[in-house]
């Protein structure tokens, strides 16, 4: 496997620990991953539970996995989906934490919000903490920036960053609305704090706004006053945290010329949190869902190189067969934390809730719920 950084490496590492800091998981009472009767197993527990379990899938998901779900799709339309379902008391989250943090904040009280590993955590979002955006909005604040300075954080972000966005005037985006709220924000104020993800704010700002590279500028979280001078943070549009994904971020330039010199005609689409090299490169750059609909749309015959998540693009090119539909680089891999997510960990969640136990609920705090909503009803406002 490819590593992209340093950082990447110790969040690898470092998933037992996040795991064991966010709460009691499944240890010693996960069934085999060589039990053959896993299927059976979640079938019968799943149709025990009837109306009363909602299970959500994200696209990244495993297929055995998305075998079970009852409903599938991004992490907004899965927030979205548990929030329309009251009758359903338990939310068999099939994702990440940010995602069912998410789901537990647009749902009501009466809905439990259940994670089958707490070690499925997003690497991006644990890039950064509640207390570096704090710190970093301190420095800002001394330099009486924060004023005309607007936070738009992504969805993939811990609650308590979606407080600090709410409480500060801003707004949440997904990489479907990046466009839309970054000109709300502009709007408001003179520039953008752009959380957590870096590539994701700067592929938005430049490509689909105008806004000079020059004008954007990276705030190191690990550095005072993020690295720069007084100076660049006044002449900036956009202050992008340094954040990343570790699997959209390891595409490279090399694999787009790669793949265009292998396959003659081959349109090249990625997600948006790939690095600007790779999606100023590409033909197509878009989310999850946008990835989604433009290769059912396309004519039978198409080649497609699509850089995202592994088994999303492995189910494309097993629902479209008509269609070439190739990963874009070798060396990146599944999502590691998504990947935690399977069927031993589903099967045990259900079978426990069938007991009667509630296992690894997701629960965000009333006050950090309060704020979070703020920001995210600002998002649903948006034109
Ligand atoms: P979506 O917002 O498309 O669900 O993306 C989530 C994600 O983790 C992308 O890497
Ligand atoms: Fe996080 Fe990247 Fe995995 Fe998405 S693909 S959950 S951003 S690490």
Not at 35 to 59: F, M, N, V
Not at 91 to 107: N, P
Request: glycine share 8%; proline share 4%; with cysteine.
């Amino acid at each position: 496997m490819a590593i992209g950084s340093i950082a990447d490496l110790l969040l690898l590492g470092s998933e037992k620990d996040l795991a064991s800091e966010r709460g009691v998981s499944c240890a010693g009472e996960l069934p085999a991953a060589s039990d053959p009767d896993l299927i059976e197993r979640a079938r019968t527990a799943r149709a025990k539970l009837g109306d009363q379990a909602y299970i959500l899938g994200h696209h990244y998901q495993r297929d055995e996995v998305i075998a079970f779900a009852d409903v599938t799709g991004d992490s907004f339309k899965l927030a979205q989906a548990a929030a329309k379902r009251p009758e359903a008391k338990y939310i068999v989250f099939c994702g990440v934490h940010f995602m069912a943090e998410s789901a537990d904040i647009l749902t009501s009280e009466g809905q439990q919000v259940l994670l089958p590993d707490l070690a499925a955590g997003c690497s991006m979002a644990d890039m950064a903490s509640g207390e570096q955006v704090a710190r970093c909005w301190d420095q800002l604040g001394e330099l009486g920036l924060t004023k005309g300075t607007i936070p738009v954080t992504y969805m993939n972000s811990s609650a308590a960053i979606k407080a600090f966005t709410g409480r500060n005037g801003g707004t949440i985006c997904t990489s479907s609305n990046a466009r839309t709220a970054l000109s709300w924000a502009l709007e408001q104020g003179e520039r953008v704090l752009f959380l957590p993800d870096q590539h994701l704010g700067r592929n938005t700002a430049v490509m689909q706004l105008g806004i000079p590279l020059d004008q954007c500028v990276v705030w190191d979280p690990w550095k005072p006053m993020g690295g720069l001078t007084e100076e660049q943070l006044r002449n900036a549009k956009m202050i992008l945290w340094r954040g990343h994904c570790s699997v959209h971020g390891r595409f490279t330039l090399e694999s787009v010329n790669e793949v265009r010199n292998r396959i003659p005609g081959v349109t090249v689409l990625v997600h948006p949190e790939c690095t600007h090299e790779v999606a100023t490169a590409a033909d197509l750059v878009g989310s999850t869902e946008f990835i989604i609909k433009t290769v059912a749309a396309a004519p039978a015959g198409s080649s497609w190189a699509i850089g995202t998540e592994l088994n999303l693009v492995q189910r494309l090119a097993e629902t479209y067969k008509d269609k070439h539909i190739t990963f874009l680089d070798k060396a990146v891999c599944y999502c590691s934390t998504m990947n935690r997510i399977d069927l031993p960990h589903l099967v045990w969640t259900l079978e426990s809730l069938v007991e009667g136990r509630v296992v690894n609920r997701i629960m965000v705090e009333p006050e950090v719920a309060k704020y979070a909503k703020v920001a995210l009803d600002r998002m649903l406002a948006l034109p």
